[in-house]
């Protein structure tokens, strides 16, 4: 029997338990939220979906509920609006929830991997690390699969060809210095060579991407919750698959006391392994910005 959990449910995690449980990768769904009947409300619409298609299990619970969990998806916080131009302004109030939430999970029997989507998400995905006391490996930010799948849209557009003849990667922080490898851009199998101008218009146009949704309908909702559930998926069923995440690092790439999008194999222990790629010195400049940034903000949080 596999239990799965997520702990706030409003549009994102909704939408995340929707996709889990029809993917059928939970025998039991538990949905957690400060809101009991919107949890209520979800559990009972997932459950009726369904109901031609799975046993699934799909309730409405509280913490305790959460024991056994194999995975536990925490989108808990204040999601960012249109006038937030940074994820960085959503700081002081999520590490608040965040820190709430870990002090109710961290006693949890078993071992649970946390996949965090709270944003900011790397400093987000850290705290939770902390708090929990958990190991590294099991707590993960869900992040850099969401900004590579964006890439991919882009470029299969500038490159007039379908998306999935079209591998591409954002590693780094998730916001201002994410980073797109173009050095290992492939469309059809291919190696390309952007100008540095092109170069340019595509990341502009990459960071674009998040605001433009949200402008439009309020939230980015699909693309995050289904790679999440891909994520969800490579530790429920074990796939040892790579993965681009937001990973708590020791050493990898030169770096400690921070949580950063790296290219990971993800399995039934979380991150079974980080995997350090070559980079330009170019893109490790910018990835090396990214991580400064991301040290700073979360040593103003937590001590050493």
């Known amino acids: 029997m596999v239990k799965v959990a997520v702990v706030g449910v409003g549009n994102l995690g909704s939408c995340i338990a929707f996709e889990v449980a029809r993917r059928g990768l939970a025998d039991e769904l538990v949905l957690v939220d400060i809101r009991r009947e919107l949890a209520e409300g979800n559990a009972g619409d997932i459950g009726q979906a369904l109901a031609f298609k799975s046993n699934i299990e799909v309730y409405a619970g509280d913490y305790r509920d959460l024991e056994g969990s194999r995975v536990i998806v925490v989108t808990a916080g204040k999601p960012r609006t249109p006038e937030m131009k940074s994820r960085m302004e959503l700081l002081e109030v999520n590490r608040r929830i965040i820190r709430d939430v870990a002090s109710k999970i961290k006693n949890l029997k078993g071992d649970p991997v946390i996949v965090t989507l709270t944003n900011p998400v790397d400093v987000m995905n850290y705290l939770v690390w902390r708090y929990t006391g958990f190991e590294r490996r099991r707590v993960i930010g869900s992040a850099g699969q969401l900004d590579s799948a964006r890439l991919r849209v882009v470029l299969s557009r500038r490159f007039r060809v379908p998306v999935l003849e079209v591998e591409a990667y954002v590693i780094g922080e998730h ?86 999008g790296v290219p990971a194999i993800i399995g039934r222990r979380g991150v079974e392994e980080i995997i350090e790629w070559t980079m330009t010195g170019e893109e490790a400049q910018t990835f090396k910005r990214g991580a400064e940034r991301l040290k700073s903000t979360i040593s103003s949080l937590v001590s050493p």
């Open 175 to 260: 916001g201002e210095n994410m980073l797109p490898l173009f050095s290992r851009v492939r469309i059809k199998g291919e190696s390309v060579t952007l100008k540095p101008e092109e170069r340019l218009e595509v990341l502009k146009e990459l960071r674009e991407t998040a605001l433009n949704v949200i402008s439009k309908k309020g939230a980015t909702i699909y693309a995050p919750a289904t790679n999440t559930a891909d994520l969800v998926e490579a530790v429920v069923e074990d796939q040892k698959k790579l993965l681009i995440c937001s990973a708590v690092l020791n050493g990898e790439y030169g770096l400690k006391g921070l949580s950063i």
